[in-house]
């Protein structure tokens, strides 16, 4: 069993930075682990994902160059590094524990969700 809490989110403007935490309790060793995001009225959707050794990251289109997904696993944290953020960003952002290493842009392929961090960004 894994429980995720993620902290980090918060009120800024646009072209700002921020960088989300995940601090999982609970073994992530050789599980792939991602970042999802939901807007209001949207469905959550994929924003990026790194292998369990972290070798291998993705990242959805719109955030590609801005945001970098990384995990410290001396201290079973995972990141997520937010640079330029465009009122599109806003939402809640979720981290999320992997069953498989490999990366993957699916939600079925994670298993262990966290309640999710508000980020909200002005324009």
């Known amino acids: 069993q894994v429980q995720l809490v993620e902290s980090g989110g918060g009120l800024v403007q646009a072209g700002s930075s921020l960088t989300l935490s995940c601090v999982a309790s609970?073994?992530?060793?050789?599980?792939?682990m991602a970042w999802f995001r939901q807007a209001p009225g949207k469905e959550r959707e994929f924003v990026a994902t790194?292998?369990?050794?972290?070798?291998?990251?993705g990242y959805e289109d719109s955030v590609n160059g801005r945001f970098t997904i990384s995990r410290d696993s001396a201290r079973n944290t995972l990141y997520l590094q937010m640079n330029t953020l465009k009122p599109e960003d806003t939402g809640f952002y979720y981290c999320?524990?992997?069953?498989?290493?490999?990366?993957?842009?699916?939600?079925?392929?994670?298993?262990?969700w966290g309640q999710g961090t508000q980020v909200t960004v002005s324009s």
């Open positions: 999320a524990v992997g069953r498989y290493s490999a990366t993957s842009s699916i939600e079925t392929d994670y298993n262990y």
């Open positions: 609970g073994s992530t060793s050789g599980k792939a």
């Open positions: 790194i292998s369990w050794r972290g070798r291998a990251t």
